[in-house]
């Protein structure tokens, strides 16, 4: 006579759960870290984008002005430091060459963190 072993698959073993509670938890720990590396670069984007903007609106206040008034300036802000270098007649006579430079991160000169924008104005 044969004897027949009944298995009964009523649950789910230890084993079993520990090793999805472990897939599980790396899958979320993936997903975190993802989070984490997108929002810094939506911070950088962000400060990058404001600068260039300050950049540019210190730009376009240079091409409004009369020629004799474009002086070199600096602003600082909480978060932000403008330095706005004018060299007159470079590269030639009755030119001006106009250098923006904004820094961030911290907000001083030292900074690594920095857009730069250039243009030449002529003298009408």
């Given at each position: 006579?044969?004897?027949?072993?009944?298995?009964?698959?009523?649950?789910?073993?230890?084993?079993?759960?520990?090793?999805?509670?472990?897939i599980?938890?790396?899958?979320?720990?993936?997903?975190?870290?993802?989070?984490?590396?997108?929002?810094?670069?939506?911070?950088?984007?962000?400060?990058?984008?404001?600068?260039?903007?300050?950049?540019?609106?210190?730009?376009?206040?240079?091409?409004?002005?009369?020629?004799?008034?474009?002086?070199?300036?600096?602003t600082?802000?909480?978060?932000?430091?403008?330095?706005?270098v004018?060299?007159?007649?470079?590269?030639?006579?009755?030119?001006?060459?106009?250098?923006?430079?904004?820094?961030?991160?911290?907000?001083?000169?030292?900074?690594?963190?920095?857009?730069?924008?250039?243009?030449?104005?002529?003298?009408?």
């Open positions: 006579m044969q004897k027949r072993f009944i298995f009964h698959n009523d649950g789910v073993t230890l084993i079993e759960n520990i090793l999805a509670i472990a599980i938890a790396i899958g979320l720990f993936s997903v975190m870290s993802v989070v984490t590396i997108v929002t810094k670069g939506n911070t950088h984007s962000k400060r990058v984008t404001t600068a260039t903007t300050m950049a540019q609106d210190k730009m376009e206040y240079f091409n409004k002005v009369d020629y004799s008034d474009v002086l070199g300036t600096s600082v802000t909480t978060d932000y430091y403008l330095v706005a004018v060299q007159n007649d470079t590269p030639s006579a009755n030119t001006k060459t106009i250098t923006v430079n904004v820094y961030w991160d911290p907000a001083d000169a030292t900074s690594s963190h920095k857009v730069e924008l250039q243009t030449i104005l002529a003298e009408e």
